[in-house]
């Protein structure tokens, strides 16, 4: 009979439920899932259960649902589970000794991307932010750092130009979750080895802010049409256009120049906006108060003028 493990599960978005899904459907017990507690969300402000919670409700798991993992309520009930492996995908929090400490064999945490490279908060936004061609996942032995644990095994992913954060983000939960579950196979059967990292070659990615959405026309075309690809479907790249936001979903990069900012060309697909080198053309974009449209349908519904600024 091949050996088991008995898992506490930590995470609360959407790129967290394959994972679960495939730690529910191995030969591992999950013993707990912890997730953020119900917040407002939408109209109305009802609150809103996290991506686990409904998931783990959906495969009937013990479920807990908590402001924190870190002390209190949710490290008593991580404790009282006493888990072999605790695993971590896309829950959030740097968690301290006092729960790194609780699994017997240890905490696992689930990374998208080729650690050391992309430490922090938003790998797979900064993958295209960068426009790297490649990334990956990396299951790692948590430490009290950022991401700095040792490595235990590593997928590398293909960055293909129709990837926007969405659909990258989407793959690399999907690859992950095989490769958490080898993780645990490999960990309960004592071959593995943790690698330590390479701190020297360590890049970083924090949390996007509000100013990093915003389009700056001086900077290349296709850093642009990077920025929007790192930042769909969600929250979007802005601009502004006659004085009311634009959210700027995808675009490509065209030969065309001109003052950066101003429309340079309308062409069937979409406007054209000089920018500091090459011309941007919006593909997918959501006027202020509207739902996302093509480029083609932004030209027919508001007539956007060469000579017409954005930003």
Not at 74 to 88: N, Q
């Amino acid at each position: 009979m091949q050996a088991s493990a008995r898992v506490a599960f930590l995470g609360n978005d959407a790129w967290s439920v394959p994972s679960l899904e495939a730690l529910a459907g191995s030969r591992h017990e999950i013993a707990l899932v912890v997730t953020a507690a119900p917040k407002p969300a939408g109209r109305g402000s009802r609150p809103r259960p996290t991506a686990v919670a409904t998931g783990a409700r959906d495969l009937d798991l013990p479920l807990a649902e908590v402001e924190t993992a870190r002390s209190g309520t949710g490290l008593e009930r991580v404790a009282s589970a006493t888990p072999d492996v605790l695993v971590v995908v896309a829950y959030g929090e740097i968690l301290p000794a006092a729960v790194l400490n609780v699994p017997a064999i240890a905490p696992v945490n689930l990374h998208f991307s080729l650690l050391p490279e992309l430490r922090g908060a938003s790998p797979v936004q900064h993958a295209l932010l960068l426009g790297l061609e490649r990334t990956g996942v990396t299951t790692m032995v948590m430490d009290e750092g950022l991401d700095t644990g040792p490595i235990l095994l590593q997928r590398e992913e293909r960055i293909v130009p129709s990837d926007d954060a969405g659909t990258l983000g989407a793959r690399l939960a999907v690859a992950g979750a095989g490769v958490l579950v080898e993780t645990i196979d490999a960990l309960v059967t004592n071959s593995i080895t943790p690698t330590p990292q390479d701190d020297s070659k360590a890049t970083y990615a924090p949390k996007l802010r509000a100013d990093d959405r915003v389009l700056v026309w001086t900077e290349a075309a296709t850093d642009l049409v990077d920025r929007c690809r790192a930042l769909s479907p969600e929250p979007a790249a802005t601009t502004t256009f006659r004085d009311r936001t634009l959210k700027v979903f995808r675009g490509d990069a065209v030969h065309e120049s001109g003052e950066p900012g101003a429309i340079v060309a309308v062409t069937p697909e979409g406007p054209v906006v000089a920018t500091g080198t090459g011309g941007f053309r919006l593909l997918d974009v959501a006027p202020e108060g509207r739902k996302r449209i093509r480029g083609s349908d932004f030209v027919n519904g508001f007539r956007p003028r060469v000579g017409e600024r954005l930003g």
